[in-house]
C-alpha cells in the first residue's frame, strides 16, 4: 500500500514534542553525571539521534543487534544477540534505548544480559508501548507512548526492513 494512504498514530511533530519532554527528564534524573546511552539496532536509530541531542548531560553512545521478527509480524520468542557493544558497561549509568516493547521477549533478555556485566545503574527508554501484547512483564523507566495493539511502521521502524524513514508513525494494516 502506497505509504501516505496508511493511517497515521502519530506525527513528527507529536514524536517531537514527547521526545523533548523525555530529554528534559532524563537530564534531570542524571544531572551531574554521565550516560552511556546503548540504542537497539535498527529501530531505535531515529530516536536515539533525536533524543540524544536533546540531553543536556555527557553522553557516549553504544549500539547492540539482537534478532527481530523478520518478515513476521508475531515474535517468534528467541533473541539472540548479533552485534555486541564495543565497550564495558561495568560502572557506567547505562541508558537502553528501544523503539517499542511488544511482548517485552526482547528488552526481559537484553536487560537481564546487561545486568550481568555490571553496569552501575540500568535503565530503559522507549517510545512506544504496546501493553497489551505483554507475554513478561516488562514496565520500562521511561516511555513515549502507550499505543494500542495494531503493527505500526515509520520512525525507525519497519515491516520487513520496509518504511523505516517516514517521518510519522504509521499503522499497517494486515
Ligand atoms: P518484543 O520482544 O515483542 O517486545 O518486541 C520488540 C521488538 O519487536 C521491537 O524492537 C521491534 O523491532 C519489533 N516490533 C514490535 N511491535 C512492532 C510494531 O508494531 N512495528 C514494528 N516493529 C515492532
Known sequence: MAEEKMEVMLTAKQIEGRIKELAEEI???YRGRK??????LKGAVIFLSDLVRHLTIPVEIDFIAVSSYGADTNSSGVVRILK???QSITDKDVLIVEDIIDTGLTLTYLYENLLRRGPKSLKVVTL???????????NP????FKIPDRFVIGYGLDFDEDYRHLADLRVLEP
Not at 550516560?35 to 537497539?40: A, D, P, R
Open 27 to 29: 537530564s534531570e534524573d
Open 35 to 40: 550516560i552511556l546511552v546503548i540504542g537497539v
Open 84 to 86: 555486541d557493544l564495543e
Open 128 to 138: 512506544l508501548d504496546k501493553p497489551d501484547r505483554r507475554q513478561v512483564s516488562f
Open 141 to 144: 523507566d521511561y516511555c513515549g
